[in-house]
């Protein structure tokens, strides 16, 4: 009797579940900002009463399994007013947030007495599940009253977040300075970076905008290369927008597109830093999960080894073939965090396995998983530089992505990747892993020119004044564009690079006009005699991936311009994307400009967007608006 008794209950269980099983179901839908139409990405679906959830991707799109149609959902996100909405028999929920003005207000302003008050906030990213308590005056920037200009206070836990200074491109003339030679910069970190702090409520550090990075966080609809050079040049003028007296000279770069399966074998070795500093979730388990995105793009033909490091590095798992991704899956998955920062003896180390197991036709790359924070060993700056310039003169090149916020630093990952002839990227959420690991696979990790240089010279004739518009810590010195020996940036096979100049015109009395006309030059005869159909010449240098010396190729930007509202999306949007990196630095040269000119600029460039990444940009303008 009693066994029939334990039948009964084991088969009772089974029904139960079985019905339960029965009743789930795939709820689908868009979530959308009321105000404006548009997607919201990283919003947070949860089903009420559980810790279960999912987030909205780039496209404002979600898909979340229920137990039945009781099931009621929530829909949340920071500066948006929640909604809940009941199941039933909707397998399709489509919602629409409106903006919460007092909410962000309370977020934003703490006030001179800086009050004490605990609200709860989601915190947002892979997890999105649970809540937590959150002291807010120590969690956002203080803001100065009625004096927006004035630089924030950094909450407590950011302060040993690293970024090196930025000292903004001023105007030079063309008779003191007629040439503009800097290295190019595909790194886009900086973006997601600045996402990340006006995702959670607060803005950015100054110096944490990299005003050519963001532009180079997307794609730009420029021709392919035709002739024998691996990228194509291309040009436009316009007005610049934030001041229509000037011009704005758009240059952009294509790289050649190649298919993933025509790539060179790749020899990867996963360098991943497991020290305590990771231990967050937006750390080493998100980390785990973008790497496993990469392994599962990778071909048979591919290898990857991984090192980790934390008090000391070692070799969890030899070079190992593509075709075995459930043994590479499995060595990440036992992968947890503790220990100090031997950071030094990881990339040592991780350079040595990548060197046996070198493909003399192959891709030979480590790629630098961490937050930044290198604490024991060779970790000083140059130490750590002399290392990756000797293995990249070897043939090795280097990826670094970052993780996390607290002790993120960013200066030593920028420097790291820069002397690896690598790029640098930061992953803030899981589609950002799969934006630098799957969509743009063959740009990431595989270079098809290296040592990439731009020299500008001005036309005194035609232009009074020209300032490039971000790349400060990419500029070179003038002679270093015919020197082999310099170091320049590296491009990736399908990377677009643009690059904006701000021009004074001749003639244009400009409050920004750099200096005086001279009183012992006759610069008016030049003037009126020099060609006046030419506004610039742009030279560029490259070598092949394997090469020693450098390629030289031209052309001339003539005096053209064409309206604004005739220019390109490609010309728009990157301008909309460098007025807003303007607003977020406070800079001197943004004049009246207005996080609402730029939302409409961006939105008249929006163009297909299909995934998502422009829409995205929009509704954090607009959340900037709101923050500021």
Known sequence: MKNLIIVMMLFTGIFHNSQAKDFQKEVTGIVKSADNNLPLSQVSVLIKGTTQGVPTDANGKYSITVPNNETVLIFRYLGYITQEVKVGKQSVINVSLKVDAQEMAEVIVIGQAEAKQTRKLMIQGIADQEEINIDISSQMYMQPENNFSTAYQYPKELSQEDYAEIKENGFNTPWKNPFSTFSIDVDAASYSNVRRFINGGKMPPKDAVKIEEMINY???????????????????????????????????????????????????????????????????????????????????????????????????????????????????????????????????????????????????????????????????????????????????????????????????????????NGNHAYIDNILEAKKVLVNEFGGTLFTIAKDVKIQVEFNPATVQAYRLIGYENRKLNDEDFNNDKKDAGELGAGHTVTALYEIIPVGVNSQFKPLDDLKYQNTEVKKTTGNTTDLMTVKLRYKKPDGDTSILLQQVIKNESVKLSNSSENFRWSAAVAGFGMMLRNSEYKNDLTFNAVIELAKSAKGQDKEGYRAEFIRLVEMAGLLF
């Open 218 to 420: 997307f794609n730009y609809d420029y021709e392919g290369p035709k002739g024998k050079h691996p990228f194509a040049v291309q040009h436009e003028v316009s007005d610049a927008p934030w001041n229509t007296q000037h011009k704005l000279v758009h240059i952009g770069i294509q790289g050649e597109k190649i298919e993933v399966d025509k790539l060179p074998p790749a020899n990867l070795v996963f360098l991943v830093d497991v020290s305590g500093s990771m231990g967050a979730d937006n750390k080493l388990p998100l980390l785990k999960k973008s790497l496993k995105l990469l392994v599962n793009q990778m071909r048979d033909e591919d290898h990857v080894a991984i090192v980790v490091y934390a008090g000391a590095a070692g070799e969890v798992l030899p070079s190992t073939s593509g075709k075995e991704k459930n043994k590479i899956i499995e060595a990440l998955d036992k992968l947890n965090a503790g220990g100090s920062t031997a950071g030094g003896a990881g990339i040592e180390l991780a350079y040595k396995i990548a060197k046996q197991n070198f493909l003399k036709e192959g891709n030979n790359r480590v790629i630098l998983a961490t937050d930044g924070d290198f604490n024991v060993g060779a970790s000083s700056n140059k130490a750590m530089e002399d290392l990756i310039e000797e293995k990249r003169n070897e043939g090795v090149f280097l990826t670094v992505l970052g993780y996390g916020m607290g002790n993120y630093k960013d200066s030593k990952m920028e420097l790291l990747a820069d002397k690896g």
